[in-house]
């Protein structure tokens, strides 16, 4: 099993940025795969990006191409969403998530709040 815990949402205007941290404990982190999801309220849960464990390989959504980088730094257990450009649909609960083999995500962590005024 592996935990996982964000941080570094917070407030933040327009055009702004954050970056969120997600740190894991528990097994080997290079060996997952992980991603980062959103879900804003009144809507489902929707993926945001994906990176495989070597930190190879990365996928985005398109509503956030171009502005969102994902990476991570195996050697700190610790996986890193850097948000640019934040507009206010990106307001959201954002989770990390990491899976062994599966292509479901089975390790969730507690979720940190981004919000962005315009």
């Known amino acids: 099993q592996v935990q996982l815990v964000e941080s570094g949402g917070g407030l933040v205007q327009a055009g702004g940025s954050l970056r969120l941290s997600c740190a894991a404990s528990?097994?080997?982190?290079?060996?997952?795969?992980m991603a980062w999801f959103r879900e804003a309220p009144g809507k489902e849960r929707n993926i945001v990006a994906a990176?495989?464990?070597?930190?190879?390989?990365?996928v985005y959504a398109d509503f956030v191409k171009g502005r969102f980088t994902i990476s991570r730094d195996n050697a700190k257990n610790t996986g890193y969403l850097q948000m640019n450009s934040l507009k206010p649909e990106d307001t959201a609960v954002y989770y990390c998530a990491a899976t062994y083999a599966s292509r479901q995500y089975a390790y969730w962590g507690q979720g940190t709040q981004v919000t962005v005024s315009s």
């Open positions: 528990g097994r080997t982190f290079s060996n997952y795969r």
């Open positions: 990176i495989d464990g070597s930190g190879t390989n990365t």
